[in-house]
């Protein structure tokens, strides 16, 4: 015969109800209470661990968020002294203050400016060149630590980031952003490190508002006018080395951080390719330059110059590099209305409009990046050999705007060469 069993319905498990407990340990207890956590009272409890170790921990809500505070072993914290603790740690975060952030402040918190330097060193690894590296902490000086600089990291709020920030939040838009960044990197570092529990500069966004500044592009000649700002810089009386570094750049397209840093062992004269490595390019990608006559011609001239002193191709002698500077200060002498970066516009415009090169290998000349992850995904070619012919018709262009019966053909340099 069948029976029916019946079962007692389970009961949620709830909290327990009643007063807290108030100093319900005994001394007798802690040396005998088996692996668990056991509750004495103000958030206090005695944690056995399975090994037999036994600490104190506290939970406490501080400033809305439940923490945990460890108050010590129980060799060393008497179980009259973890009371004492837990007393003034529940008493000052219902004043709104944090017990582990004076717990820590006692233990050396790094100022503001300290905690910079160390996020500083962190990055600086993953940076390629140094200038970044100063323009960092530069920003930091001028707009940060005037104001917060010596102040504990864990004390800096989103009033004090806003004091920072808006007097250049529309004035100088660029330089607030990168600011903004900046601060938000040293105030995560401490969040990670544990000096605070949150990061003000998340908080500060409605209060800043829009930013409504107008993009401004580098300045550029109209490509019909490069002819002429090199034949100016060529009448100059500024270094040959300067004047060959200027038409050296025009003539490839490059950064001048590319052309100024540019070595003797990237260049393979025979060949008429100049390969820029990995480390010096913003596409942190390794780029081949095609080389036309006129370029080879100006390698030879830097060669004679320079006289085989250091590794540089373009030095000011006993192989020092030229000035970051030397090119804006050579062409704005010359009252050329453009910066050294525009000649990459102007040759980006002139393919464009009088060329019916493709797109892709006038952006690859410039090394540019494909935006679309499926396109670069099947772009693996450099497209080298077509880029030859580009370069080759951009040094046709400027040639006969300078007026100059110069070769512009590598084959015919190479022609034309003394034995």
């Given at each position: 015969m069948d029976t029916v069993t019946d079962f007692a319905p389970v009961r949620p498990k709830t909290k327990p109800t009643g007063r807290h407990p108030s100093n319900a340990l005994s001394a007798a207890f802690l040396r005998s209470a088996p692996p668990g956590r056991y509750a004495d009272g103000n958030g206090l409890y005695l944690f056995v661990q399975p090994s037999g170790t036994r600490s104190w921990i506290q939970r406490l809500v501080v400033r809305g968020r439940r923490r945990e505070l460890g108050l010590g072993s129980l060799a060393l914290v008497s179980l009259a002294e973890a009371r004492e603790k837990a007393?003034?740690?529940?008493?000052?975060?219902?004043?709104?203050?944090?017990?582990?952030?004076?717990?820590?402040?006692?233990?050396?918190?790094?100022?503001?400016?300290?905690?910079?330097?160390?996020?500083?060193?962190?990055?600086?690894?993953?940076?390629?060149?140094?200038?970044?590296?100063?323009?960092?902490?530069?920003?930091?000086?001028?707009f940060a630590f005037p104001r917060i600089g010596k102040m504990p990291v864990s004390d800096v709020t989103s009033a004090d980031v806003l004091e920072i920030l808006t007097p250049i939040w529309h004035r100088k838009a660029s330089s607030a952003r990168r600011v903004r960044q900046r601060l938000r990197a040293v105030l995560e570092w401490a969040v990670a490190m544990e000096y605070r529990i949150d990061n003000p500069c998340d908080r500060i966004g409605p209060v800043l508002g829009p930013q409504h500044d107008v993009t401004e592009h580098m300045q550029a000649l109209p490509h019909r006018e490069v002819a002429a700002a090199i034949r100016t810089v060529q009448a100059a009386t500024a270094p040959d080395v300067a004047k060959l570094a200027f038409e050296f750049l025009v003539l490839t397209a490059a950064r001048w951080s590319e052309v100024r840093w540019a070595e003797w062992a990237e260049i393979d004269r025979d060949e008429g390719v100049w390969t820029v490595p990995a480390s010096r390019m913003k596409a942190n990608r390794q780029h081949?330059?095609?080389?036309?006559?006129?370029?080879?011609?100006?390698?030879?001239?830097?060669?004679?110059?320079?006289?085989?002193?250091?590794?540089?191709?373009?030095?000011?002698?006993?192989?020092?590099?030229?000035?970051?500077?030397?090119?804006?200060?050579?062409?704005?002498?010359?009252?050329?209305?453009?910066?050294?970066?525009?000649?990459?516009?102007?040759?980006?415009?002139?393919?464009?409009?009088?060329?019916?090169?493709?797109?892709?290998?006038?952006?690859?000349?410039?090394?540019?990046?494909?935006?679309?992850?499926?396109?670069?995904?099947?772009?693996?070619?450099?497209?080298?050999?077509?880029?030859?012919?580009?370069?080759?018709?951009?040094?046709?262009?400027?040639?006969r705007g300078i007026g100059c019966p110069r070769q512009v053909q590598r084959g015919d340099l190479a022609r034309s060469k003394p034995a």
């Open positions: 007393l003034a740690n529940r008493r000052l975060a219902r004043e709104g203050g944090d017990p582990l952030a004076e717990k820590r402040r006692a233990e050396g918190i790094p100022s503001f400016a300290e905690a910079a330097s160390r996020v500083l060193e962190q990055k600086r690894g993953g940076w390629r060149g140094r200038r970044h590296h100063r323009e960092w902490m530069a920003s930091l000086r001028r081949r330059v095609p080389l036309c006559g006129r370029a080879l011609e100006i390698l030879e001239a830097a060669g004679t110059l320079g006289k085989g002193a250091g590794p540089l191709v373009f030095t000011r002698g006993e192989g020092k590099p030229l000035s970051d500077k030397e090119l804006r200060w050579l062409v704005r002498e010359q009252g050329i209305a453009a910066v050294p970066h525009g000649f990459r516009s102007s040759f980006r415009d002139w393919a464009a409009e009088e060329t019916d090169h493709p797109r892709e290998v006038i952006e690859a000349a410039l090394a540019h990046v494909v935006r679309n992850r499926v396109e670069a995904a099947y772009a693996r070619s450099d497209l080298f050999e077509r880029r030859r012919v580009l370069m080759d018709d951009w040094a046709r262009y400027l040639v």
